[in-house]
């Protein structure tokens, strides 16, 4: 049986019953999963166990961003965000890279990084010659605080020491773990309390803080995606001209930190819906993508495009990505867990669903440059900003009630074009 497609035309034309029907031929969705698709995946009564002092629910549109081929897969890329045009903007960007064949992407083994401080070091050399070594029984005893992680094959990789000559009596170990599937902050964090006093002795100094970093560039990924000029055309400009604009813009968010930022405020409009409708902290990945732009020293964009010698438009990302598929809000919410059965049973490690976010992130970078270089961002995007206005009355049409059955063959009534 081939696997389903990610190329649906005329989507958004169809009633959220409709959607919700061609989603069930796609996914194996059970009832409680719909329900999900309702209530958000959460109640009030076990929102009072995730958070303090609960009052309420407080929701966000679950979307489909659509035409996603990665690595040969095709995928429904789940979305969860408040901003109008994002989700429609990526699945248009993300048909454009199918018709070059769509994302090639990698990842990083999942290795988070906790950082230890040891305060009052006399003497660094020497210090830094006892810390490694004891790296073996450094990471042992990390290793015995993660018995669980072990048993999955993950646990601590190595470690480095770092000093600095602003604070000459500090000395900073970080200690490199691997988090298999789980975003890994607690199991960082637990490695690092659990050696901290062993260094302090080995350095002769004292312990200072004990924590992750979420620039966590050991859990890198890299996005490549391919775009026939032809498929960039509008109906007011070329494809070869999109495509040179596009370089263009490229090249002044790589000379500018101010219009880096916004160019990266792109590529997170896509990053941060998927890291939200899968139940990763987006905080994290937010603080660390910003981070590693600004790693060598000046701020610069996570992206970059260029022509090829042929003519194409080439496009490549590459950033931290600490996102799991076990543990935390990801085990219980059950929103969360929906969005896992709509990217599919194949999805089932954290570096894969890293590669997908990075992937929508990409298209998401994609399709504000082509805005930009043509019509301007504000167009189609306030086109969708206007439809909040009509949210006083809801169409019947859109009113989530069981609906026949959709004519899949685009040849009837509600079928697809």
């Known amino acids: 049986m081939s696997e389903p497609s990610s190329r649906i035309p005329g989507f958004y034309r169809l009633s959220v019953a409709e959607r919700r029907h061609l989603l069930r031929l796609r996914v194996d969705l059970t009832e409680d999963d719909l329900l999900a698709l309702d209530s958000g995946g959460l109640d009030a009564e ?45 699945s248009n960007a993300a048909r454009m890279v199918r018709e070059g064949g769509g994302f090639e992407s990698e990842a990083d083994d999942p290795v988070m990084t906790a950082q230890v401080e040891l305060l009052g070091v006399t003497d660094l050399a020497g210090a830094r010659a006892r810390i490694e070594a004891a790296t073996d029984e450094l990471l042992a005893l990390a290793g015995a605080a993660l018995p669980r992680l072990m048993d999955r094959g993950g646990g601590p990789r190595g470690l480095e020491v770092r000093s600095s000559n602003d604070h000459p009596a500090r000395i900073i170990v970080h200690l490199h773990v691997d988090c298999r599937n789980a975003m890994g902050a607690n199991m960082v964090n637990t490695a690092a309390e659990s050696v901290g ?73 896509g990053v941060d819906a998927v890291v939200m409708a899968t139940g990763n902290d987006w905080r994290g990945v937010e603080a660390g993508a910003h981070a590693f732009a600004a790693i060598s020293g000046r701020y610069r964009p996570l992206s970059e495009w ?21 543990g935390g809000s990801v085990k219980a919410h059950a929103g969360a867990r929906l969005a896992q059965r709509i990217l599919g049973p194949t999805v089932t490690s954290a570096s894969e669903l890293a590669m997908i976010i990075g992937c929508a992130g990409l298209a998401s970078n994609l399709a504000a440059l082509r805005a930009l270089c043509t019509d301007g961002i504000q167009r189609g995007h306030m086109a969708l900003h206007g439809r909040w206005a009509k949210l006083g009355t809801v169409p019947a049409r859109l009113q989530t009630n069981p609906v026949a059955p959709v004519d899949v063959s685009g040849n009837g009534p509600g079928g697809l074009p």
């Open 46 to 90: 076990a929102a009072d166990h995730v958070v303090e002092n609960v009052v309420g629910i407080y929701a966000l549109p679950l979307g489909l961003g659509l035409n996603f081929r990665v690595n040969g897969r095709d995928l429904l890329v789940p979305m969860a965000v408040e901003e109008p045009s994002v989700i429609a903007a990526a």
């Open 197 to 269: 006093e062993r260094l302090a002795e080995l350095a002769g100094g004292r312990s200072g803080l004990r924590i992750l970093t979420n620039l966590c560039d050991r859990r890198l990924i890299r996005i490549r995606a391919r775009v026939p000029a032809a498929a960039l055309a509008t109906g007011d400009f070329g494809g070869a001209e999109v495509r040179d604009g596009i370089v263009a813009a490229s090249r002044f968010a790589e000379d500018d930190p101010y219009r880096a930022a916004t160019h990266n405020k792109g590529i997170m409009n």
């Open 306 to 326: 260029q022509a090829s010698e042929g003519g194409d438009l080439l496009g490549r990302l590459e950033m931290p990505m600490p996102v799991g598929t076990v």
